[in-house]
């Protein structure tokens, strides 16, 4: 599966040296253009290295000089493509150095449902005559494998997307400053108190990993190199953005978020006190808990009562609480403190982080910390991009013992 990526151009290739870094120094990079994609079960994600030392005697050597600077052009003087394709231009790294090479990686999402989209501007560009390879991951890698054959003639590089994940993680995390945080001064009744703190990620080991995509998966990481994938659960992003679109008839993340940011859940969910009349003392159960998710919604008033705004609220913060339960579950199972949550369902949703955050702190008597990474849901994506660059992990990938190395 994981054999080196052949292209079809016949450039000289550049070496580089990456201190720390899984990129080996003696490995040749490829010929421009770099791609990571990461396809996923809602968004794919597309990582573009945009090369700023890049000299016009470079560029001439390459057989098809106009696409690669048509498709350099399309993307990055764009910050949409066609109807649903949109670069975080807030998350663009500058001057990123890799493998010797410097420039800017921009970060481009679509809907994964939309592939037939890309694949069109793919033939459009003619980046197949540049490159008969894209380094893919994600289940999206396997589905379109076929379709990217018959429809654009390229072949689809296919990487384990935890694999690439934890390789990216510790990617961004090694190169960008300030890419982890936690929230601090949590206060469920004010959250507007919350704040932003940079965390040091320097020496993270263990941690938990929680990607919130579209389903969930949970893994423990002992070391750059060995991580295991302990848990899951398919209540996850999916989860939240299906149910809001039933019960809201909303139409995006974006306004599902929206909803729930002016809801308020307790008129749906069913709290402590509204069984005790107070807390449940005994057992150290605050009467503001949720004891029973959308537990009001059996009684006629109560439903009639409840706005659509609180609807998208409860789905929220019943998907976040049992994400939060399980991801502390594991961590009390292994004995682990940090848990890094990340995957696009906390794009834009700083209602769950807190909540998270507030919830991995109370239930643990501040034992757990919750983190977070700036570029939640494209660490696939890099890790993607690094084996392109970078074969020498590859055979690894193959071996597939019950704890895995990157
Ligand atoms: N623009 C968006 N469109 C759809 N879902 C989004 C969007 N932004 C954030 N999300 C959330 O992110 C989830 C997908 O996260 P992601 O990490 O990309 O997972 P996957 O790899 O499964 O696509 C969705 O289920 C949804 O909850
Ligand atoms: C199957 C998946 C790894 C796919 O990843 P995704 O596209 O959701 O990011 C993920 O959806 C998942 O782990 N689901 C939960 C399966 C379970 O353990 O119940």
Known sequence: MDSKPKFINGNTPTTGSENGSDIDSDIAAPPMPWFGLDIGGTLTKLVYFEPTDINTAEEEGYKE?????????????????????????HLTIKQFEIHQRVGNLHFIRFPTNDMHIFLQMVEAKKLSSLADTICSTGGGAFKFEQEFKDVVNMRLEKYDELNCLISGIHYIDSKIPNECYYWSNL????????????????????????NIGSGVSILTVHSRHKFQRVSGTSLGGGTFLGLCCLLTGCQTFEEAIEMAASGDSTKV????????????????????????SFGHMNISEKRDAATKNDLARSTLVTITNNIGSIARMCA????????????NFLRVNPIAMKLLSYAMEYWS??????????????????????????????????????????
Not at 73 to 85: D, E, F, R
Not at 188 to 195: G, L, M, R, T, V
């Open 187 to 210: 206060d469920p009744f004010n959250s507007e108190a919350c704040e932003k703190v940079p965390f040091d990620f320097r020496d993270p080991y263990p941690y938990l990993v929680v």
């Open 65 to 89: 000089v106009e696409t690669l600077r048509t498709i350099r052009h399309y993307l990055t003087s764009n910050t949409a493509y066609g109807k649903t394709g949109i670069r975080d231009v």
């Open 332 to 343: 009390l199972n292994h004995g682990i403190e940090r848990i890094v949550f990340v995957g």
């Open 365 to 406: 008597k501040g034992a757990l910390k919750a983190l977070f990474l700036e570029h939640e849901g494209y660490f696939g994506a890099v890790g993607a991009l690094m084996k392109l660059i970078s074969t020498k992990s590859d055979q690894k990938d193959k071996s597939e013992p019950s704890q895995f190395e990157v």
């Open 269 to 292: 969910d069913k709290l402590v006190r509204d069984i005790y009349g107070g807390d449940y003392a005994r057992f150290g159960l605050p009467g503001s808990t949720v004891a029973s």
